[in-house]
């Protein structure tokens, strides 16, 4: 089992950065692929970007693609986003979430997820 705290959420006007942080809970952090996903209000949560157990390979959706990056720092059992250029439609709640192994983008693949951190981006 893994538990997952995300922070570094907040209020960034359009063009600004924020970087999120997802500390996970447990010894076994490097054999889990981590994934970020977000909600918008009354929409279905999606898919944003998701890296492997080493580090080693990325995805992204392409709404964030060249804007968002995806690393983690297995010696601190921790997944980040570092987010630039930010739209007022970036604006959601984020999550992260841990899949055993391998690399996957669909949310049913992730087991383990926090319980978000809001991200504001006034338009």
């Known amino acids: 089992q893994v538990r997952l705290v995300e922070s570094g959420g907040g209020l960034v006007q359009t063009g600004g950065s924020l970087r999120l942080s997802c500390a996970a809970s447990?010894?076994?952090?490097?054999?889990?692929?981590m994934g970020w996903f977000r909600q918008a209000p009354g929409k279905e949560r999606e898919f944003v970007a998701a890296?492997?157990?080493?580090?080693?390979?990325?995805y992204y959706a392409d709404s964030v693609k060249g804007r968002f990056t995806i690393s983690r720092d297995n010696a601190k059992n921790t997944v980040y986003l570092q987010m630039n250029s930010l739209k007022p439609e970036d604006t959601a709640a984020y999550y992260c979430?841990?899949?055993?192994?391998?690399?996957?983008?669909?949310?049913?693949?992730?087991?383990?997820w926090g319980q978000g951190t809001q991200v504001t981006v006034p338009s």
């Open positions: 890296i492997t157990r080493s580090g080693g390979d990325t």
């Open positions: 979430a841990a899949r055993w192994n391998t690399i996957a983008t669909a949310i049913y693949e992730y087991a383990h």
């Open positions: 447990g010894r076994t952090f490097s054999s889990y692929a």
